[in-house]
């Protein structure tokens, strides 16, 4: 008759055991609270404190950086000035360069347009920007051109103003002066402008028998040429030179030459018309 009630006592006594042990849970967790709570007896130094001592250290901090720069005030205020000053000298600098620059553009235009004005046809009367003859024109852009190179010659303006006034001059027939605006302008840092010059100063030099001079130029446009300037145009003319002076073997070599290196263009199509035509 004991037998059946033996499961029944197993599980209470399991209940039982189970109680004790969620018992002694809750009293370690009271426990550590109440460690906790001892703990936070002992340090009083709380969040909010933490808090208000990291701010005690920032105000310090600024404090500091206030002192020093209340110490060193005339530095900085020195320091302060000199910035402003660079930076209004640099905008003036960019301003006065732009509007400088803007008349250069302008001035150097009017020039062109008197260089390709049209002349007056013979008999008809005379119109404002109409010149009766070509050295007319030449003389008046000429004049505008010297003026360009001379108010704006830290532009780079100028450079070109110094080649059209070498290449006007050269119309007028005062080599001279026109030898002398072509070098400037040869001297210029824009390689494309440089080498035009260069060639109208051989050909300048080619006219007033100084042919020595205008192949040492011949061959170096050859050896750099640019886009406005071409190895096969520089060596064209030199081999013009060399035929002009009777040299015929040195101005074939250079056609064929000029023929070989630029068979579709125009160089080598003319250099292959002068070859045909020495045959």
Not at 137 to 153: C, G, I, L, P, T
Not at 159 to 165: G, I, L, N, V, W
Request: glycine share 6%; aromatic share 6%.
């Amino acid at each position: 008759m004991i037998q059946p009630f033996g499961p029944r006592r197993l599980q209470v006594n399991q209940r039982k055991s189970g109680s004790a042990n969620r018992a002694a849970q809750i009293g370690q967790c009271k426990s550590g609270s109440a460690n906790q709570a001892a703990k936070d007896k002992r340090n009083p130094v709380d969040t909010q404190t933490r808090h208000a001592l990291k701010q005690d250290r920032f105000a310090k901090a600024a404090a500091s950086s206030a002192s020093w720069v209340g110490e060193h005030r005339s530095g900085v205020l020195r320091w302060v000035i000199s910035v402003a000053v660079v930076l209004v000298v640099v905008i003036a600098v960019l301003v006065f360069w732009n509007l400088r620059t803007s008349a250069a553009d302008l001035a150097l235009g009017g020039a062109m347009d008197a260089y390709n004005a049209p002349l007056a046809q013979p008999g008809e009367p005379a119109e404002p920007g109409l010149y009766t003859t070509a050295a007319a024109r030449a003389k008046e852009a000429n004049r505008q051109f010297v003026a360009v190179a001379h108010d704006y010659s830290w532009l780079p303006e100028a450079a070109k103003a110094h080649y059209f006034a070498g290449v006007t001059y050269e119309e007028l027939g005062e080599n001279s002066q026109a030898e002398s605006e072509l070098k400037a302008a040869a001297g210029s840092m824009n390689h494309n402008l440089s080498n035009l010059a260069k060639l109208a100063l051989a050909g300048l030099y080619r006219q007033t028998d100084r042919d020595q001079d205008a192949i040492s130029l011949y061959n170096e446009l050859a050896a750099k040429p640019s886009e406005t300037v071409s190895s096969g145009v520089a060596q064209l003319d030199l081999a013009d030179l060399y035929a002009a002076e009777g040299k015929q073997e040195q101005a074939r070599m250079l056609w064929a030459k000029v023929k070989d290196a630029d068979k579709d263009g125009a160089a080598g199509s003319i250099a292959a018309q002068k070859l045909t035509a020495k045959q």
